[in-house]
Nanobody, 115 residues
């Protein structure tokens, strides 16, 4: 199994920046895609960004140009640099990984953006 631990959440004013990190441990061999999802209160969990082992990235339209996902395969860690944060970015952010077609999720980290 893969365990994912997020860090880096917090509170920031609109226009500010935060960097999330997610470290994978356990059965990390053959982890394929890693990424981030978020869930605001009362809403479904939504896709934010993903990155393949080779570095190909995808972003939700709502974060394009503001968020950057990156990955250190040697450290089994994925990062999410979030700039120009908006109040609507407030949510619990979850790390996600896919290994042999199975999903793994982190416990989530809270990001709060005040206006």
């Amino acid at each position: 199994q893969v365990q994912l631990v997020e860090s880096g959440g917090g509170s920031v004013q609109a226009g500010g920046s935060l960097r999330l990190s997610c470290a994978a441990s356990g059965s990390t061999r053959s982890i394929n895609t890693m990424g981030w999802y978020r869930q605001a209160p009362g809403k479904q969990r939504d896709f934010v960004a993903r990155i393949s082992t080779g570095g190909s990235t995808n972003y939700a339209d709502s974060v394009k140009g503001r968020f950057t996902i990156s990955r250190d395969n040697a450290k089994n860690t994925v990062y999410l640099q979030m700039n120009s944060l908006k109040p609507e970015d407030t949510a619990v952010y979850y790390c996600h990984a896919v290994r042999w077609g199975s999903d793994a999720w982190g416990q989530g980290t809270q990001v709060t953006v005040s206006s």
